[in-house]
């Protein structure tokens, strides 16, 4: 059988722009699970004599111990509920920190809902809360550290996947790993894949295909077309000797905005397509709920600021202070969004143009609220009306997302999801973009379409406010 060795291609940096999810070892899971119950009983150890020295000095430590064990049981369940223990998509030590004090915020809610439904549980709801805020600083930079292992350890120690078949299947493979992270492949064209057949283990290994594949250090081979169930036993057992696992990769079967798993009905093996977490009815539910809670909070902090905004606005360039602009929303539906004006009356006066850094057409005000993303204040009025979400893919105009539809086939799947004030493209790319950044930035909002937890909301969120705060995000 004719084997052609092909190139070499991947070992993606961490540090690399393109979003991904990490999957986790089961040594590393448990690793993590007994750093974050350990850290979070030395917080709650802490915060105990914090408040025996400088709160009340009757409190007596073996009454903490047992909601400390509980509370830590109830951390672990609520970390396991949001994947921490599964995988992470944080592309960096500091991305790390944020997804632990987002994953603590949201576990810290049922403790202390339990805590006050059942008051004979805590003796002290002082110490509740001070373990929670000495876990962050903890079991945050236990996390951003472990990111930072695990970072050495993967430039060092790759993946290696080797993918077997058809020369023509090849490219697709290689197209849809290209954003692995810190993987290398290696291409093994095999014209007749069927002819992998062979009557035992001893065979298989003798094929050329599979010798360079263990000769390169393969951990994982992966196939373009999926093998005939008389072949599977022989490789299984022979991969198995090797210490590889098999995989299939048809060229069809690839991850869009849906999710894919297997079934078995009889013997009949079936790949069952579901819609994604992010357009079921309950989720949207609990985005909603989270979209109002934010939303409405930040109208009562932020109306002042708004105020002094609108102020300013209307005495350097008079009215109207903001301005209502046709966008595009879930499900292809437009909506009218508003925000805060910073260009000149006449910015559009030749048609409609993509704003672009350090905008001639903004006023002096306008860069500053810009800048601080003062002007995207009034969308708070969009999510409380239904037409946003507090995070999602930023709307576009319409006359904008005609356009890139036709250059980009998946452009429309982002509107499976209302679109977002913030968002994981505009935290972890640039927010000013250009029609070459479309591809980049497109990609950042499937992954997060694809990918969307609650969970995912907090950590946008806190890492937006930290890139306001450090005048970023513009």
């Known amino acids: 059988m004719a084997v052609r060795v092909e190139h070499e291609f991947g070992a993606h940096s961490h540090t690399d722009a393109r979003p991904g999810v990490h999957s986790f070892s089961r040594a590393w899971v448990w690793s993590l699970v007994v750093s974050d119950v350990v850290l979070f009983l030395a917080a709650t150890y802490l915060a105990g004599v914090f408040v025996k020295h400088f709160w ?74 001070l373990s929670v805020c000495f876990s962050i600083a903890l079991i945050g930079s236990a996390r951003a550290i472990a ?38 492949v290696f291409r093994l064209s095999v014209p007749n894949i069927d002819a992998v057949g062979a009557l035992s283990p001893e065979a298989v290994a003798s094929q050329a295909w599979f010798r360079y594949a263990v000769e390169w250090g393969c951990d994982m081979l992966v196939f373009t077309e999926i093998l005939a169930p008389s072949q599977m036993p022989q490789v299984l057992a022979a991969a198995q000797e090797a210490g590889i696992t098999i995989a299939f990769a048809p060229p069809r079967i690839r991850v869009h ?5 297997m079934e078995q009905i009889g013997k009949q ?8 977490k992010a357009t079921q009815p309950g989720q949207r539910l ?12 930040a109208l009562v902090v932020f109306t002042p600021f708004m105020l002094l905004v609108a102020a300013a606005i209307s005495i350097e360039d008079g009215e109207p202070v903001m301005y209502r602009q046709e966008r595009v929303g879930r499900d292809g539906r437009t909506f009218n969004m508003l925000k805060f004006r910073s260009m000149r009356l006449d910015a559009e006066s030749d048609g409609a143009k993509l704003a672009t850094a350090g905008d001639g057409r903004c006023t ?37 997302v005609q356009r890139f539809e036709q250059d980009h086939p998946r452009y429309s799947e982002r509107h499976l999801v209302a679109p977002g004030i913030t968002g994981w493209s505009q935290v972890y790319g640039k927010r000013v973009v250009g029609f070459e950044d479309v591809p980049d930035k497109l990609r950042g909002d499937l992954f997060y379409v694809e990918n969307w937890s609650l969970f995912m909301d907090v950590a946008v969120c806190l890492k937006t406010a930290a890139e306001v705060l450090f005048h970023r995000a513009a």
């Open 286 to 297: 609990a985005k909603r709920l989270f979209d109002l809670a934010v939303s409405s909070v």
């Open 257 to 261: 905005a849906y999710d894919l798993h």
């Open 364 to 400: 002096r005000v306008g860069k500053f609220i810009r800048r601080t993303s003062l002007d995207e204040l009034p969308q708070l009025f969009n999510v409380l009306r239904g037409d946003m979400s507090i995070v999602g893919p930023r709307p576009e105009r319409p006359v904008f």
């Open 147 to 184: 990111h930072r292992v695990r970072d050495v350890l993967m430039l060092a120690h790759p993946r290696r996947i080797a993918v077997v078949g058809h020369p023509s299947r090849l490219d697709f493979a290689e197209d849809a790993m290209r954003s692995l992270p810190n993987a290398r």
């Open 56 to 129: 009340s000095n009757a409190l007596v430590f073996r009454h903490v111990s047992v909601p400390a064990l509980l509370t830590t049981i109830l951390l672990v369940v609520v970390f396991w509920q949001l994947g921490l223990y599964r995988r992470s998509f944080a592309m960096s030590v500091r991305d790390e920190f944020y997804h632990a004090v987002a994953a603590l915020a949201l576990a810290s809610a049922p403790v202390l809902v339990v805590f006050s439904l059942f008051p004979g549980i805590s003796t002290s709801r002082v110490v509740a809360i």
């Open 269 to 276: 093996a079936l790949i069952v397509a579901r819609p994604l």
